[in-house]
């Protein structure tokens, strides 16, 4: 029986792994290489080709081998950020759309104590989400997106769209 084991190493990502950042420990007769397309990270400078025939000493192949991993890693977060929000956004969105129906029958008149509802029902997401989903924030923090940035990027995006759905609803009505 033949049993490989890829270790990645500490600081990159399990879709930059490939057989010259990570480790093999192998038990058994012969290496198996991983199966993980980095094309990308492998991709050596003298095979670096930009559109418009441009060779990779030029200035803007070494922009794109800069700024390529970047933003991967960007889109890797915002993808992770969007997973989380989907754990409530079920429930934000009704109350959203409530407190937007109740805005529209009463006006601006009701605006603060629709406000602080709203406030109030987040932090009751927040403590039910904080409190039953524990163990999911491991798996965000394995990939390297911390508990502070999850929560507040999610719960001020949900207050801008807010604040956009009641600023709307004031314009129609």
């Known amino acids: 029986m033949l049993l490989t084991l890829v270790l990645p190493i500490v600081g990159q990502d399990i879709g930059a ?6 480790a093999i420990l ?10 993980f397309s ?9 095979q670096a080709v930009v559109p418009g025939g441009r060779n990779s000493n030029s200035l803007p192949s070494a922009i794109l ?3 390529l991993p970047l933003t991967m890693r960007l889109l890797k977060i ?6 989380f929000y989907r754990n409530f956004f079920l429930a934000a969105f009704v109350i959203t759309s409530c407190c937007v129906e109740i805005f529209w029958k009463y006006g601006v008149d009701i605006f603060l104590e629709i406000f602080w509802f709203k406030l109030f029902t987040l932090a009751l997401i927040f403590y039910f989400i904080k409190k039953f989903k524990t163990k999911e924030f491991y798996y965000y923090q ?10 507040i990027t999610t719960l001020t995006f ?4 807010f604040i956009f759905l009641l600023i ?3 314009k129609i009505r």
């Open 17 to 22: 792994i490939n057989s010259i950042n990570s």
């Open 26 to 35: 192998r038990l058994g007769a012969r290496r198996i290489k991983p199966n």
């Open 78 to 83: 915002i993808r992770l950020i969007l997973t």
């Open 158 to 161: 949900d207050l801008v769209l």
């Open 142 to 151: 394995n990939l390297g997106v911390s508990k502070a940035i999850l929560w």
């Open 168 to 170: 709307l609803t004031y």
């Open 38 to 46: 980095s094309y990308y990270l492998t991709l050596s400078k003298s």
């Open 65 to 67: 081998a800069r700024w």
